[in-house]
């Protein structure tokens, strides 16, 4: 099964920004971002294939972007203007087979890194 491993995560104030990476050992044809709050649900927040369709939850939508190096099996979160709701453990999440965009809840991936902290400050 395809390692992932996540870094980039941290602290920020409300406003900043930070970018998120997702090494994969091999190649997935589905990658995704998702987060969990204390409390919450996991959540899908972007995913993207390996044509570089995407789709973003509609709170990520005009803040995050999502892309990829495909040659590196790399995919990475750029997060602008963050807020305090954007606190959460991030997880990178892959999968094989058609329809990515599709694949936006946590059983459609059976992949997982371990995740990264991801706090952001008022």
């Known amino acids: 099964q395809v390692r992932l491993v996540e870094s980039g995560g941290g602290s920020v104030q409300a406003g900043g920004s930070l970018r998120l990476s997702c090494a994969a050992s091999g190649y997935t044809d589905c990658m995704a971002w998702f987060r969990q709050a204390p409390g919450k649900e996991r959540e899908g927040v972007a995913v993207?294939?390996?044509?570089?369709?995407?789709r973003y939850a509609d709170s990520a939508k005009g803040r995050f972007t999502i892309s990829q190096h495909n040659a590196k099996n790399t995919v990475y979160l750029q997060m602008n203007s963050l807020t305090p709701e954007d606190t959460a453990m991030y997880y990178c999440a892959s999968r094989g087979g058609w329809y990515c965009t599709a694949a936006f809840e946590v059983y459609d991936y059976n992949n997982w890194g371990q995740g990264t902290q991801v706090t952001v400050s008022s």
């Open positions: 993207i294939d390996s044509r570089g369709r995407t």
